[in-house]
């Protein structure tokens, strides 16, 4: 079971499918190989403006400005529960990137779902080699919810 907290911040004006959010979270933990590993999985997202989300990223990683997403993963190991972490989403941010690269809301949404569970599992794009395997994740699983590659031009 999937236990998904979504939240919007005050004033974060957020339309979109819980189920499709969850079905990607799922199918995150299907690529990792872990969705049946536990009996109960936690993902907290808080859906913020742009101010919150540049707080937090030049609080936790020294970058004092908007991104798309932020993970923080959880470090609780419980016996049959695993809390992955918390993902916060700019909805703003998305919104202008969804716009750019000619993609609806929902699916950018659910990219930066599926890209921000992956961080929380460990995943990583710092280097050429980890952003190959980390993208590569991101196709397979868009593509087994039904979308199209997410960094196609």
């Known amino acids: 079971m999937i236990d998904f907290n979504l939240v919007a911040a005050p004033g974060v004006r957020a ?4 189920r499709a959010l ?29 101010a919150e989300s540049a707080e937090l990223n030049g609080r936790f990683r020294d970058k004092p400005y908007a991104t798309n997403v932020l993970s923080f993963p ?40 599926v890209h921000g569970s992956l961080h929380l599992l460990g995943f990583d794009h ?10 590569a994740a991101e196709r397979r699983v868009m593509a087994r919810l039904g979308h199209n590659d997410p960094y196609a031009a």
């Open 22 to 50: 969850i079905d990607a979270v799922a199918a995150v933990l299907d690529e990792a190989g872990l969705k049946r590993e536990h009996d109960e999985v936690s993902v907290d997202v808080r859906l913020v403006d742009e």
């Open 15 to 18: 339309e979109y499918d819980e």
């Open 74 to 113: 959880a470090d609780a190991r419980l016996p049959g529960f695993v809390a992955l972490g918390d993902l916060v989403i700019c909805m703003p941010v998305v919104a202008r990137e969804a716009a750019a690269q000619g993609k609806t809301m929902d699916a950018h949404l659910l990219h930066m779902v």
């Open 126 to 135: 710092i280097g050429d080699d980890e952003a190959d395997i980390m993208e």
